[in-house]
């Protein structure tokens, strides 16, 4: 009987046969991993004492095979150069988003090689590749291009992130990824292009990822002061998160194993037999953007303190909202059908706005009004030319603390005893800083 055929892995940048390759003066190997999707991509990067960096990869595009072809492919890379994992100086992994069980793969055998061998874990956002892709093959003329990676998240859905390039090669998010129906992505281009993200005049806009043919109307789209081009369907693949990882990490800019996680952005695929019996059916759509904000006024008031009441421990009050706003304050509403729905308030300092507090009402949670608000926030900073939103949460809060994440945010120090526990108790404080200007 003759054996079963086995699909060929395709390898890009070698010519002929797989070859044993002694690679010397190398100071720094890096493993890098990127299964996000149906393609199953691996690559050895290394860096010599010189600077120079060689990159080495092996590919196979097919849903299910992950696990079973990550670890042999890797070693038929370290084989090739002549290595042993003990050579690795680090591991990278895309983190998504991308498929459930595609980013638990690449985290669990990056996690696993990292303890084993006692190095740290790199992880990459595995839309930043595809826009580090595109910078790879793009033309001098979009080199200062804002990239907009939109990959198809099935279901009607897309993941979007967005990134300026830095001078010195890496990337500014000006959007973290995030999950968004498809047909809101020409809503959401229009509003974020209203937005001065530091864009230079007649700044041009590439849309790239295999998720851009499922926006509708992007052909005959204009957007305020900038230009809009339509970019290769690229997916993202282990060289980009490589090239990525290894700036990073010399930076320090890397996990300890058990740190390491992936990145859903959507936290749900499906209803729960309860809701099912509510009369919910099909599978839950991404947050809309029909979410009107507007300033906040006296009379809302009390319906905002209500909610506050409703979703916080310790909880503002009306007296606080009121003085807030005699005291200049900027405080909004986000309201649909005429009722109010969530509420912010950000005090406005010389040099950056603080986000004081932001809540949405629990049966308007996962709707998109607290990314309504997030946004209304950054643009009315922008309009004073303010550049970074600062802000504290509890470390208790995992839930707002991953929704500030999602959006930009990321922690530059820690507060201690900030905030009442309770029993006389005192709970510390993250701050978080998100700069809205490449550069800030």
């Not at 054996?3 to 070698?14: D, Q, S, T, V």
């Amino acid at each position: 009987m003759n054996p079963p055929l086995r699909p060929r892995l395709r390898r890009r940048g070698a010519a002929g046969p797989a070859r044993r390759i002694k690679i010397s003066a190398m100071t720094l190997h890096l493993l890098a991993f990127e299964t996000s999707g149906s393609l199953c991509s691996v690559a050895l990067v290394s860096r010599r004492a010189d600077g120079r960096v060689l990159v080495s990869r092996l590919e196979h595009d097919a849903t299910g095979e992950h696990a079973e072809r990550m670890l042999p492919m890797a070693d038929e890379l370290l084989a090739e150069r002549g290595l042993g994992r003990v050579a690795l100086s680090a591991v990278a992994f895309g983190q998504g988003p991308g498929g459930f069980t595609g980013l638990r793969v690449a985290c669990g055998v990056a996690q696993g090689i990292a303890f084993a061998l006692q190095i740290p874990v790199v992880p990459v956002a595995s839309l930043m590749a595809v826009a580090e892709r595109d910078r790879e093959i793009a033309s001098a003329g979009a080199a200062q291009s804002v990239r907009v990676a939109i990959q198809d998240a099935r279901m009607g859905e897309v993941y979007l992130a967005a990134y300026a390039p830095e001078d010195e090669g890496g990337w500014v998010s000006l959007q973290a990824p995030m999950l968004l129906a498809a047909a809101d992505v020409p809503l959401w281009l229009g509003q974020a292009a209203a937005m001065p993200h530091g864009l230079p005049p007649g700044g041009q806009w590439r849309l790239i990822g295999d998720g851009v043919h499922l926006c509708p109307g992007l052909e005959s789209l204009v957007l305020p002061a900038a230009g809009l081009v339509l970019g290769p369907p690229l997916r993202p693949d282990a060289v980009a998160v490589g090239r990525l990882a290894l700036p990073l990490f010399q930076a320090g800019r890397h996990v300890p194993p058990e740190q390491a996680a992936p990145l859903y952005v959507r936290d749900k695929v499906a209803f729960t037999t309860r809701e099912r019996e509510q009369g919910m059916g099909g599978n839950p759509k991404a947050p809309g953007l029909g979410v009107a904000v507007r300033p906040m006024e006296p009379a809302d008031v009390d319906a905002v303190a209500a909610i506050e009441a409703s979703v916080q421990q310790f909880p503002w009050t009306s007296g606080n909202f009121s003085d807030g706003l005699k005291a200049g304050y900027g405080g909004w509403v986000a309201h649909r059908h005429g009722r109010v729905i969530g509420f912010s308030m950000t005090m406005y300092a010389p040099d950056l706005a603080h986000l004081l507090v932001i809540a949405v009402a629990p049966d308007a949670q996962g709707e998109g009004v607290g990314t309504a608000l997030i946004r209304h926030c950054e643009q009315e900073a922008l309009a004073r030319e303010l550049p970074a939103v600062l802000l504290e949460v509890r470390p208790s809060n995992v839930r707002a603390l991953a929704f500030y994440q999602r959006h930009g945010f990321e922690q530059i120090a820690v507060r201690k005893d900030y905030y009442p526990a309770g029993r006389g108790a005192r709970e510390d404080a993250r701050v978080m800083r998100k700069l809205l200007r490449p550069g800030a």
